[in-house]
Structures are given as C-alpha cells and as structure tokens.
C-alpha cells in the first residue's frame, strides 16, 4: 500500500541514494513514455524504499495518484516533497521554481479534496514569486478556491489576474465566466465562456462545464437557441458526467419553457 511507506531520519547511504535516483528515472520513463501508470507506481515506490527524502518521487507519486483521482493519498506525498524542496531551496535558490511548483500541485489536490483554506494557504508564497513566471495555474487555483467560498468578487479579480498573465489560458477564463455570472454580470460573463470555447487554442473547444457555463448565461439573457446548442454539445461530450447530466435536465427544461408550433 503507497501510504504504508515509511519516511526514515536515518542516514542513507551513497548506495542507496543513487538507487533511488535510478528507480525514479526508470518510473518517469514508464509513466510518460510508455503511459504505463502502475509499473511507474511500482518503480517510484521503490525509489522511496531505497531514499525516503527523494523529493522528486515524492512529487512523481504524487502527480500519478492525483491524476488518477486519488486525491488522499497523493497529498501526503506531495507535502512531504514540499517540505523536502523548502529545506533544499533554503540552501539553493536554484530549488525555488520546483519548490512553488510543488506547493502549487499540492494546492491542487487539496481543493479536489474540499479543503480550501488550506489550499490557500499553500499558494500564498506561490503568488508574485517572480521564481514562479507560471502565475496564471497558482492565481486559478485561488480563483477556484475562493469561488468555492462564494468569494465571487475576489475570485473574479484574481482570475482576470490569471488571463493577464495568460491570453489563451481556457480553463481561467471558463472559471472567470462562472464568478462573473455568480455576480449577474452576464454580459462580461459570456465573454469569458466565448474565451474559453476559442477553438484557436487545442482542447479549449471540449471543455464540457464551459459549455454548460455559457448555454446557463445564455439563458439567462433570454438566448433559448444558442443556449439549446451548448447545451446539446455539452451533453454530448459526456452523457454520463455530472455536468452531461446538468446539460440534459437544462435541455428539458428549455423545451418544456419553449412555445408551441405556430403559438405566438
């Protein structure tokens, strides 16, 4: 079991130290070349045997375990290589860019777990830290932090922060469009949703919530057609999703609330 291991003080000698870091190498390998998510598993976990302080495989294991949904247990991996890159970082300034990397992957997983608070508390020291240039992902996962707090306002200044630092960066400006219709602002809202459905930039185009997002505000300005076509497209992405089955319920709706033919 991954949260069995033990994470030792005791000395490690060269040996072992550099079969860690021959166990890591080969479990990167596996994992993004030969998409291979449980032999990397295997691998990473025995680099961990052999150096319990290989930051790296801490933050390896707890990549794969968040992506694979296990979001329990990657965030212990993922704050021991915090931990591990801070006291690194103290030493070598060099460390700085992985260390707010770091924090910010672990910000991740905690807001997947519910835990905002502290989500924000771990991004703190990564926002305007001119050794982070990638401020757009820190200042969205804040934005999504606070829109979990209902921080509508303060969540929409952080994000337009965000698409600032990044113009075709989908995801905050789907996140934007959601705080800005929380606030009724539905105007600036459905600019943020055309933003992130540009076709210009891959994937952007399949982001299933923005289409909900955006068929929401476009009912909401009375716009029944083309919130039927978001709708229908964001079904269709994914029927099963949960927002696959908000979009289906918003198509009954439309249809229950549209006139009949030849009615006026």
Known sequence: MILGLLWSCSAVNEEQRERSIREY??????????????????AVSRALRSDPNNAEAHRLLGIILGTDGRYAEAEPHLRRCVELLAQEAA????????LA????????VLLNLGRDEETIAVLQPVIGNYHFPDQH???A???LAMLHQRRFQEAADVLDRAVVNRPDFCVGYYR???????LGDF??????????????????DRNQAAYRARGEVHARLHQLEAAQADFER???????????????????????????????
């Open 25 to 42: 190498r080969l479990a990167v390998a596996m994992y993004r070349d030969e998409h291979n998510t449980q032999g990397a598993i295997v």
């Open 91 to 98: 030493q070598d300034p060099a460390k700085e860019y992985d």
């Open 101 to 108: 990397d770091a924090r910010n992957t672990l910000a991740a």
């Open 137 to 139: 992902l820190p200042l």
């Open 141 to 143: 996962n804040l934005g």
């Open 176 to 182: 934007l469009g959601e705080a800005r219709y929380r």
């Open 187 to 204: 105007g600036r809202a459905l600019e943020a949703l055309d933003r992130a459905l540009d076709p210009r930039y891959t994937g952007c």
């Open 234 to 264: 964001c079904r269709d992405l994914d029927p099963r999703s949960q927002d696959g089955h908000e979009c289906e319920t918003q198509l009954r709706s439309l249809g229950a609330s549209a006139p009949a033919p030849g009615g006026p």
